[in-house]
């Protein structure tokens, strides 16, 4: 993903229009490729339902406005669901290479991806029509496609020692206990609505009702379609919801996964004799009518509340985005008085595991630009994290190793003061000054604070204590 951030950057300019451009345009993609496989299963106006569903649902909605890993994933993730259908179910087999691509491009996003080649992997062993395929040179070519395109990924861990494999994997399943099902289960209710989670339901309680359905050819049921579809989704969701019973699960991991019931969701808003569901409101346009226009109604209150504001409504202190260009100006401010009276340039450290370090990366080289108009990038080169003081920093550890920082004046940013204080703070440095207060004011209301800290002499190799 941060590959697509640097291409529209690099043509268009570090603003936020360039940032999340990409996932605008990565949208487009997973729905051109939702629309095609809708149109493919079924027909043109179901096509263009699965394209509504995928256009309003909360998680498609927010990965074509937010910048994240997800952005790339989800049309990553809609591209191979296409051919893998086209090569399982089609036996084209060009159409494994394509699937291979989509997969290594999805792999250089998040290694989520994965449980989707693995549901594919396993159509393809236990299904008697298509192990046939095996035979065929395409599959194995798809998956060197995959790692070839997955390269750049595996050399950087080669010389980093494994680092992100290793977080995914064994740091994943080696945390701490949480009993995590029922968010799981809740969080789908966010991302598809009451509604889609009861029209998932639906789908599988009228199997037979939608494998007649899924038939195009005489004697041909509809059966391997429909547990294609099934597989695809219902591997990944298990593995979550296996995970989910003594891990952490985020809110949005589920979300890709439930492009494969895309089509029969938006099947189900079209009249369909026989349908079971005990009462479940599901069948036909009204429920989805009700959901997609309060969905497009919230969407539109809450762009009209962050740009502009509603009346009566204040904002709360430190919500999403809101403060950080006037506050890393601020910072950026500090950071020359501090260079004018002692002739080196401070660096800015954020105290908790990236969100304060990275927001003022971005920001604070809006701050100070080149005579040209273009940022200096000063912010991304200036500002670490707080692993230097023994925390968690993701990435930032990789690119500030400590003995880099050795001897220089710090100024240490947190969203409270207990952040910038404590022995793992008294054992790196030598001077420390006090905490002192940051806000940032609109409309005569406090929309962002912040807390930060001088602090002199960073000593690296000092005995670290974690937070």
Known sequence: MG?????????????????????????????????????RIFDGSVARDALLLYGLLPYFFGVGFFMLPDSLLAACWAGSLYFIYRFLIDEKPAAALAAGFFLGLGLLSKYT???LAAAALLFLLADRRSRRLLTRPHVYMSAFLAA??????????????????????????SGIFDFNLLQLLGSLLVLLTPTGVLAILAIV??????????????????????????????????????????????????????IALLPLMARLMSPLDGLKGAGMPVFGRRPWKITLVTLALLYGGILQYM???????????????????????????????????????????????????????????????HSSG??????????????????????YRYWFPPPSLEGKTL?????????????????HTRCRGEVRELTVDRDGQVIRRLHYRVVEGYRARRPWRKQ
């Open 411 to 427: 100024i240490l940013v947190g969203q409270q003061p207990s952040d910038l204080v404590g022995l793992h703070i008294d054992n």
């Open 307 to 369: 740009s502009v504001g509603l009346p009566g409504v204040p904002y709360p202190v430190n919500w999403v985005g809101f403060g950080w260009r006037e506050l890393s100006s601020q910072i950026e401010g500090l950071v020359n008085v501090i260079e004018n009276q002692t002739g080196q340039r401070p660096h800015v450290v954020g105290m908790n595991k990236d969100q304060v370090n990275s927001w003022l990366a971005f920001y604070r080289g809006r701050t100070n630009p």
């Open 148 to 173: 070839l395109v997955f390269m750049p990924v595996i050399v950087w861990n080669a010389r980093s020692r494994w680092a992100s494999f290793t977080f995914q994997g064994v740091e994943r399943v």
């Open 205 to 258: 309680i009228n199997r037979k009702l939608f494998e007649s359905h899924l038939s195009t050819i005489p004697g041909d049921g509809g059966e391997r379609k429909y547990r294609l579809l099934m597989l695809l989704a219902g591997l990944p969701f298990s593995v979550f919801l296996f995970f989910s019973l003594f891990r952490l699960t985020k809110l949005h991991w589920t979300g890709p996964l439930w």
């Open 113 to 115: 991806i994965v449980l």
């Open 374 to 395: 273009r940022r200096t990038n000063s912010g991304a080169a200036e500002t670490g994290g707080r692993h230097l003081f023994g925390g968690h920093s993701n990435m």
């Open 3 to 39: 590959w697509v951030v640097w291409l529209f950057t690099v043509v268009l300019g570090d603003s936020e229009f360039a940032v999340r451009l990409g996932a605008f345009l990565c949208w487009f993609v997973g729905g051109y490729y939702c629309y095609r496989l809708t149109k």
